[in-house]
């Protein structure tokens, strides 16, 4: 897992700068909706949206479980990022979503997802297991570590709806997610200073199915699960997304959506000198608006 170039697009923000804006983005998309929509009680069946907006916020249950190998070859400690570490298991996340739809059975769709944590907290676990191997660095009790993990994700979705009806359409989606995982171990006392980090950027592809189901003029669901699993020479990882969300179209031009979000990824690494693991899992519920026409 070496150091590389961060290739994140440059038009998305980092999640500092989103958690303060979320409110805003959402605030405008609802000023802007309620300027456009059409009078009356006229709805737009979701089958026919050509443009989608959605934003709002997750709150993610995450689990996280590492382990970085020397580069000498020494095993590196198998841990838990919330257990060992002390990183938050649950955190407040804005979420946004665009999809444009080209005909009736193209569209591409662009998300973002991210899960970025940090603490600080005193080692003190039982003298039979021992001291962390991070990599190339040891923490040993007593350590004040502060510890930074991130996860984010930018995903390009194109889907071709092999079903479609006024009730039911389903779609054949094939994804690339730019995935971006770092992690980073501080010790800073006057006997002891450690900083080691770790990254990796990189492309990884997903397949997947999407559904829409229209229960009645004001009512509709969705869902939509993506997923693969890959082995490159000493490098295995899979990546799952997976989400289903119940709406309730409040104006022509608006809904209002509860529904539940779940990422799983996995990286194994048996590369000599950079062997290591990562494993992560959030879910939890979301809520968002929605602004199509």
Do not use: C
Request: aromatic share 10%.
């Amino acid at each position: 897992m070496e150091s590389t170039t961060k290739t994140i697009a440059a038009a998305i923000v980092r999640e500092n700068r989103m958690t303060r804006t979320a409110a805003a983005l959402i605030a405008l998309a609802l000023a802007t909706a309620a300027s456009t929509a059409r009078a009356g009680d006229d709805t737009i069946n979701p089958i026919d949206e050509r443009v989608r907006l959605s934003l709002g916020a997750a709150v993610y249950t995450a689990t996280t479980t590492l382990q970085l190998d020397g580069s000498a070859g020494t095993a590196g400690t198998y841990l838990s990022a919330e257990d060992d570490l002390g990183l938050q298991r649950t955190k407040f996340e804005p979420m946004f979503e665009i999809m444009l739809r080209a005909g009736k059975r193209h569209r591409v769709s662009f998300d973002y997802f991210s899960l970025n944590r940090d603490a600080t907290r005193v080692l003190a676990r039982s003298p039979a297991a021992g001291p962390i191997v991070f990599r190339d660095a040891t923490l040993q009790n007593g350590d004040p570590v502060q510890t930074d993990l991130e996860l984010r994700s930018f995903g390009i979705t194109y889907g071709y709806s092999f079903w479609r009806t006024d009730k039911l359409e389903l779609a054949g989606t094939f994804s690339v997610h730019e995935i971006d995982i770092s992690a980073r171990a501080r010790v800073q006392t006057q006997t002891r200073h450690i900083d080691q980090s770790e990254n990796l950027a990189g492309p990884f592809p997903t397949l997947g199915i999407d559904a829409t189901w229209v229960a009645s003029r004001r009512f509709y669901f969705e869902g939509r699960a993506q997923y693969m699993k890959l082995s490159v020479d000493h490098l295995q990882g899979a990546l799952g997304i997976y989400e289903l969300n119940a709406l309730y179209r409040y104006r022509p031009n608006v809904s209002f959506a509860l529904g539940y979000h779940e990422v799983r990824a996995n990286l194994n690494s048996r590369q000599a000198g950079n062997a290591g693991l990562f494993d992560f899992l959030a879910r939890g519920p979301q809520l968002f608006v929605r602004i199509a026409f």
